[in-house]
């Protein structure tokens, strides 16, 4: 009879240990599936502010809203994410996490990367961004950045910005020493 319920209680243990994981993975893409599902040309200022509020509630986000520009950021986690919204300008998101930031950002895969190139290649290609910005006229993603790691000798980052067809048409490489 002991052996059953300490069984029990072991697996009840595990199962909130891997939920509690998998809240944490959950509420680090957030940001991201509240950037890519919505259609800036088409959303009211008001309804993009409540989805923010909402964002910030539920998922103990921290929100802002300056003059009509909103910020939705989340420090407490492990990666500093944020969602920034300019009504004249962009919905920007900025992914500061160490660990998607060097994964693919190499010297080698940079040689990939050519004007004409799709936002969904260069990110096959150089894996997850460090800030994304989409046009609030037409909704395109218009710019994207990556940065190599801080703590590396030399900080590298690459700038495409992209027309209403998805492609680039304009790159600007920096090394930073």
């Keep these: 009879m002991k052996f059953i319920r300490s069984k029990k209680i072991i697996l009840a243990i595990i199962t909130v240990f891997l939920l509690t994981i998998a809240a944490i993975m959950y509420n680090q893409t957030t940001m991201e599936k509240l950037f890519y599902n919505t259609d ?12 923010f509020k909402l964002s910030a509630f539920l998922h103990q986000y ?8 909103l910020l939705l950021y989340n420090k407490k986690r492990i990666s500093n994410t944020s969602l920034s919204y300019s009504p004249k300008l962009h919905l920007a998101l900025h992914n500061d996490s160490q660990k998607d930031r060097t994964s693919k950002f190499t ?3 940079l040689k990939y990367i050519y004007e004409g190139v799709t936002y969904e290649s260069a990110v096959d290609t150089l ?41 680039c048409f304009n790159m600007s490489k920096h090394n930073v020493e």
């Design 62 to 69: 921290d929100f802002s809203d300056r003059h009509g520009d």
């Design 40 to 51: 800036v040309s088409k959303t009211s200022e008001e309804s993009l502010k409540f989805r």
């Design 107 to 109: 010297e080698d895969n």
């Design 127 to 167: 894996g997850t961004p460090t800030d994304i910005f989409k046009d609030v006229r037409d909704n395109h993603i218009s710019m994207v950045t990556w940065s190599s790691a801080r703590k590396s000798r030399e900080n590298k980052s690459i700038t495409l910005m992209f027309d209403d067809k998805g492609e």
